[in-house]
């Protein structure tokens, strides 16, 4: 069993939208920040968006105002919204949870989600 399972990937063409999502797997307690990481061919892995557990949320810049990061806490889940796609938003996305138990902290990667703007 996976502990982070994504979806929602897959080719659009630019100005359109995808969504993405990411369920929790019910073995991982204490869900703390979720974030969606991307990586393109060549690059490094790079955030894109994060929301604490609270819904405090940070985006980087490339994507303000373009892309929404929420989570719903009951079912351990975090979505991507992602609309005006470009075709620099094509990458691999990566969904990215952190965990607490006690003074440790756990970090947990999805597989990976390809998504591919077209012009």
């Known amino acids: 069993q996976e502990d982070l399972v994504e979806a929602g990937g897959g080719l659009a063409q630019a100005g359109r939208s995808l969504r993405l999502s990411c369920a929790a797997s019910?073995?991982?307690?204490?869900?703390?920040?979720m974030a969606w990481y991307r990586q393109a061919p060549g690059k490094q892995r790079d955030l894109v968006a994060r929301?604490?557990?609270?819904?405090?949320?940070t985006y980087a810049d490339s994507v303000k105002g373009r892309f929404t990061i929420s989570r719903d806490n009951a079912k351990n889940t975090v979505y991507l919204q992602m609309n005006s796609l470009k075709p620099e938003d094509t990458a691999v996305y990566y969904c990215?949870?952190?965990?607490?138990?006690?003074?440790?902290?756990?970090?947990?990667w999805g597989q990976g989600t390809q998504v591919t703007v077209s012009s």
């Open positions: 929301i604490t557990r609270g819904g405090g949320t």
């Open positions: 019910g073995n991982i307690r204490n869900l703390n920040n």
């Open positions: 990215n949870a952190d965990a607490r138990d006690g003074l440790l902290l756990y970090a947990y």
